[in-house]
């Protein structure tokens, strides 16, 4: 399984722009990143996923280079509720491996 | 709702109770999966099924028992528990074999062990 290396907090405020980068330099070819957000006492949510280049959805953006070795999760324009552990994962046709995560901390 | 309920939310059982946590799932899968977060700490997977059969134990003690009755329903039998094991346990469902597609997970069980 790839292992990934993402920071292991951030602080931001509100109304700003987040990127938490993400390096996972042993990503196989059928991998897929994918990032999940889990808020205190609650379980991980599947917020998005990509194969390469960009993917957009409500929620946040994939930055995925050509290479593959690192994506960057965009939350735009943030707010206190965003505020939670965000895990980066590559995910195969097998089971999945959670890490520590980053926890982002939004101030007001 | 995120389509996997778990039941209790919240559990207190002492060291000598038997107690157990259960999962159910109304998405169609045909994974399930258990899952331990403690404080502070990455998820640990505990047990994997596919349809019903249970393929990986990842070294969890005995005092853990899972029961997969269907691909619907998953348990998870506690017995004889010590005061580490008090985590939040979460459990997991998806399409067995396209994992890619996403785990949906349930709002896990609290459970303290006194």
């Known amino acids: 399984l790839a292992k990934t290396t993402q920071p292991i907090s951030m602080d931001s405020y509100e109304g700003q722009e987040v990127n938490i980068t993400c390096s996972h330099n042993n990503i196989a070819t059928n991998d897929y990143i994918t990032w999940y957000q889990q808020f205190p006492s609650q379980g991980p949510r599947f917020i998005i996923q990509g194969y390469k280049t960009k993917v957009t959805n409500e929620v946040a953006s994939l930055f995925i280079p050509a290479d593959r070795k690192s994506s960057t999760l965009s939350l735009p324009r943030v707010s206190l509720s965003d505020t939670a552990v965000y895990y980066c994962l590559v995910v195969g046709d097998d089971k999945i491996i959670f890490g520590k995560g980053t926890r982002l901390h939004i101030l007001p | 709702e995120t389509g996997v309920t778990q039941t209790p939310r919240h559990l207190v059982m002492g060291m000598t109770n038997k107690k157990s946590l259960k999962c159910e799932q109304h998405?169609?899968?045909?994974?399930m999966y258990w899952y331990k977060q403690s404080a502070k700490k990455p998820l640990e997977l505990m047990f994997v099924y596919n349809f019903k059969e249970q393929t990986e134990n990842n070294s969890v003690p005995s005092r853990f028992s899972p029961e997969c009755p269907n691909s619907s329903h998953l348990f998870l039998h506690l017995h004889t528990l010590q005061p580490e094991d008090s985590a939040l346990y979460l459990c997991a469902s998806s399409q067995a074999g396209i994992e890619r597609y996403g785990y949906t997970f349930g709002s896990g069980t609290r459970l303290t062990v006194v």
């Open positions: 998405l169609g899968h045909n994974a």
